[in-house]
Nanobody, 126 residues
Framework: QVNLVESGGRSVQAGDSLRLSCAAS????????VGWFRQPPGKEREFVAA????????FYADSVKGRFVVFRENDKTMAYLQMTNLQVVDTADYSC???????????????????WGQGTPVTVSS
């Protein structure tokens, strides 16, 4: 069992930066890869970014490339999503998810992840 807790979401203005945190208790997993997903109001959940459990390979949705960075602490129990130049379209509930392997076969697929946090809301105003 892996427990995930997100934090850092809040209301910001367009152009602002924000860092989301994901704290993981890894349980029996020897390695953990982490994905970030978001669900805009009234829309389907979508992939944002992911980072591997080994080697720190990262993956991004086209919509956030160049603006968001996913990284993790050395002990691998904390993962972060650094968001810059936030736009109104980035408004969503952001969740982190964990896969109990070095990397999911499809890092951008929600179904690949075994554990999910409760989410943290981000609201971007113009």
């Amino acid at each position: 069992q892996v427990n995930l807790v997100e934090s850092g979401g809040r209301s910001v203005q367009a152009g602002d930066s924000l860092r989301l945190s994901c704290a993981a208790s890894i349980g029996t997993c020897h390695v953990l890869s982490v994905g970030w997903f978001r669900q805009p109001p009234g829309k389907e959940r979508e992939f944002v970014a992911a980072i591997s459990g080994v080697g720190c390979r990262s993956f991004y949705a086209d919509s956030v490339k160049g603006r968001f960075v996913v990284f993790r602490e050395n002990d691998k129990t904390m993962a972060y999503l650094q968001m810059t130049n936030l736009q109104v379209v980035d408004t969503a509930d952001y969740s982190c998810a964990a896969h109990c392997r070095a990397l999911p076969l499809r890092p951008d697929e929600a179904s690949e992840y075994d554990f999910w946090g409760q989410g943290t809301p981000v609201t971007v105003s113009s």
